[in-house]
């Protein structure tokens, strides 16, 4: 008797242990899956002090960035034009025949998008860091703020990101790095890089000016067969008359550039497109005398005539774009479940929104999102990459609506770990940071140029 009580005692003890493990293996599972399709978070969870400006510290955050911006007017000195001569210089130094250079890329796919950001730098090219020196920036409750760490970023081995490029700190006026970059958007098949774009004299926050870099860009753009299109920030006092100013010098200084991206119509016209960040701060009526036919400041039917596309967060904002006469929207943010425009769920009645009303949707997809170099406490809004499965569930959700265009967040917005970049392991003193492996570092370059084979074929069947 004692001898059976000892063998169901163990069979007692074992069958607990077998069900401890189920219920942790089941639990892991439902992680995974809130991972790649998380709940609806809560609009009202901020998740970037420069992202969403109806957020109650963006009043803040604007006052910093025109004080900001002023003294940038005031002391920035550009020594691009040197540059400019020089990498296009190089460029015909290093250009290998086409043919062979079309050879070893993947064909360019101008339906496929991606947001570029040229706004950092280093002491060789700069003469100091910028933004990879980035500051910890403070949660907008002091109570919060002050359980987290305060100060700047200190390159190059403590850089504003949580991923490490393969290119290190570098800066974006480097023509080697250029080169690099549009040679890893070409080998994803990527076709157009909608280029951060800031008017002549102004940056964010935390950068300098670029836009004398711009022809450098277009130049390389060129050599490996990109198309740039321009995604214009929220510069200061940005109106319908600033906007016709900026889309007036953008189309004359840079229209005529065998890589400047123009979009064939379905009535045939060939047109600049611009994408149109934080498109909301500004009211209807003001986007209205720009972008309708009756407008008093009316860019329809002139030389400036284009695609405007703008960005929807919340639900009630497409029917803000049809009235302001926008040409399409977009959803930018790689965090799904975030904003109602980021959720994957909501892309199909976007999507039958935009078709009734002769809108184009284009859906933004992204590999991923973690901000905590800059953002310390918003862990919460961190989008594992899930070794790839994240990207791949986002590709698959665009698909399903069948878009014109799909945008993809991000080349290298670093900071907020939507990259697809190559980025490579890294350990340094107390810093360790995110990798791509067990994958190598190009393999969401190589996840990108899957999805755009994969939705050329199926636009095909689409069009049957």
Same mark, same amino acid.
């Given at each position: 008797?004692?001898?059976?009580?000892?063998?169901?005692?163990?069979?007692?003890?074992?069958?607990?242990?077998?069900?401890?493990?189920?219920?942790?293996?089941?639990?892991?599972?439902? %992680?995974?899956?809130?991972?790649?399709?998380?709940?609806?978070?809560?609009?009202?969870?901020?998740?970037?002090?420069?992202?969403?400006?109806?957020?109650? *510290?963006?009043?803040?955050?604007?006052?910093? +960035?025109?004080?900001?911006?002023?003294?940038? *007017?005031?002391?920035?000195?550009?020594?691009?034009?040197?540059?400019? &001569?020089?990498?296009?210089?190089? %460029?015909?130094?290093?250009?290998?025949?086409?043919?062979?250079?079309?050879?070893?890329?993947?064909?360019?796919?101008?339906?496929?998008?991606?947001?570029?950001?040229?706004?950092?730098?280093?002491? *060789?090219?700069?003469?100091?860091?910028?933004?990879?020196?980035?500051?910890?920036?403070?949660?907008?409750?002091?109570?919060?703020?002050?359980?987290?760490?305060?100060?700047?970023?200190?390159?190059?081995?403590? $850089?504003?990101?949580?991923?490490?490029?393969?290119?290190?700190?570098?800066?974006?006026?480097?023509?080697?790095?250029?080169?690099?970059? @549009?040679? *890893?958007?070409? &080998?994803?098949?990527?076709?157009?890089?909608?280029?951060?774009?800031?008017? !002549?004299?102004?940056?964010?926050?935390?950068?300098?000016?670029?836009?004398?870099?711009?022809?450098?860009?277009?130049?390389?753009?060129?050599?490996?067969?990109?198309?740039? /299109?321009?995604?214009?920030?929220?510069?200061?006092?940005?109106?319908?008359?600033?906007?016709?100013?900026?889309? +007036?010098?953008?189309?004359?200084?840079?229209? #005529?550039?065998?890589?400047?991206?123009?979009?064939? /119509?379905?009535?045939?016209?060939?047109?600049?497109?611009?994408?149109?960040?934080?498109?909301?701060?500004?009211?209807?009526?003001?986007?209205?005398?720009?972008?309708?036919?009756?407008?008093?400041?009316? $860019?329809?039917?002139?030389?400036?005539?284009?695609?405007?596309?703008?960005?929807?967060?919340?639900?009630?904002?497409?029917?803000?774009?049809?009235? &302001?006469?926008?040409?399409?929207?977009?959803?930018?943010?790689? /965090?799904?479940?975030? &904003?109602?425009?980021?959720?994957?769920?909501?892309?199909?009645?976007?999507?039958?929104?935009?078709?009734?009303?002769?809108? @184009?949707?284009?859906?933004?997809?992204?590999?991923?999102?973690?901000? /905590?170099?800059?953002? !310390?406490?918003?862990?919460?809004?961190?989008?594992?990459?899930?070794?790839?499965?994240?990207?791949?569930?986002?590709?698959?959700?665009?698909?399903?609506?069948? !878009?014109?265009?799909?945008?993809?967040?991000?080349?290298?917005?670093?900071?907020?770990?939507?990259?697809?970049?190559?980025?490579? !392991?890294?350990?340094?003193?107390?810093?360790?940071?995110? #990798?791509?492996?067990?994958?190598?570092?190009?393999?969401?370059?190589?996840?990108?140029?899957?999805?755009?084979?994969?939705?050329?074929?199926?636009?095909?069947?689409?069009? %049957?």
């Amino acid at each position: 008797w004692i001898l059976n009580y000892d063998i169901m005692a163990r069979f007692r003890r074992r069958t607990c242990i077998i069900l401890v493990l189920f219920i942790l293996f089941i639990c892991s599972i439902m %992680m995974a899956l809130k991972t790649l399709r998380p709940d609806r978070a809560g609009f009202g969870d901020p998740f970037g002090l420069g992202l969403l400006p109806e957020l109650r *510290q963006r009043t803040v955050l604007l006052e910093n +960035k025109q004080n900001s911006l002023n003294r940038l *007017q005031g002391d920035t000195v550009m020594h691009i034009s040197n540059l400019h &001569s020089s990498a296009a210089n190089t %460029m015909k130094a290093s250009m290998p025949p086409i043919n062979k250079l079309e050879e070893e890329l993947s064909s360019p796919n101008y339906n496929f998008h991606v947001f570029y950001y040229s706004w950092f730098g280093n002491p *060789q090219f700069d003469g100091k860091y910028i933004h990879w020196n980035h500051p910890l920036l403070p949660h907008w409750d002091p109570k919060i703020a002050n359980n987290y760490p305060k100060g700047r970023h200190n390159p190059p081995e403590d $850089i504003g990101a949580n991923f490490y490029p393969e290119l290190g700190s570098y800066s974006s006026k480097d023509p080697s790095v250029i080169e690099a970059h @549009m040679k *890893q958007m070409r &080998s994803a098949s990527i076709g157009v890089i909608a280029l951060s774009w800031y008017p !002549p004299g102004m940056a964010d926050e935390n950068g300098e000016p670029t836009d004398d870099l711009v022809p450098v860009i277009l130049d390389f753009a060129h050599k490996y067969n990109l198309k740039v /299109t321009f995604h214009i920030e929220p510069y200061k006092d940005r109106d319908d008359r600033s906007m016709y100013n900026n889309v +007036k010098y953008i189309i004359d200084k840079y229209g #005529d550039h065998p890589a400047f991206y123009r979009y064939k /119509t379905s009535t045939g016209r060939f047109l600049p497109m611009f994408y149109v960040y934080d498109s909301y701060v500004t009211i209807p009526e003001i986007w209205g005398n720009l972008l309708t036919v009756s407008g008093s400041q009316t $860019i329809r039917n002139t030389p400036y005539d284009g695609l405007f596309i703008a960005l929807l967060v919340e639900e009630r904002h497409k029917h803000d774009i049809h009235r &302001s006469g926008f040409d399409g929207i977009y959803t930018y943010f790689a /965090t799904n479940g975030f &904003s109602y425009g980021s959720s994957h769920h909501n892309w199909a009645s976007l999507k039958a929104f935009c078709d009734s009303n002769n809108l @184009m949707f284009i859906p933004s997809v992204g590999p991923g999102y973690i901000d /905590t170099s800059i953002r !310390p406490w918003n862990n919460h809004n961190t989008r594992n990459r899930v070794n790839g499965k994240y990207y791949e569930t986002a590709f698959s959700a665009a698909l399903l609506v069948r !878009p014109e265009i799909i945008s993809i967040t991000s080349f290298n917005e670093w900071h907020e770990g939507t990259q697809i970049e190559k980025a490579v !392991p890294k350990r340094t003193g107390q810093i360790v940071y995110l #990798d791509y492996k067990p994958h190598k570092p190009n393999v969401y370059l190589e996840l990108t140029q899957k999805w755009s084979e994969k939705y050329r074929k199926e636009k095909e069947q689409w069009l %049957m």
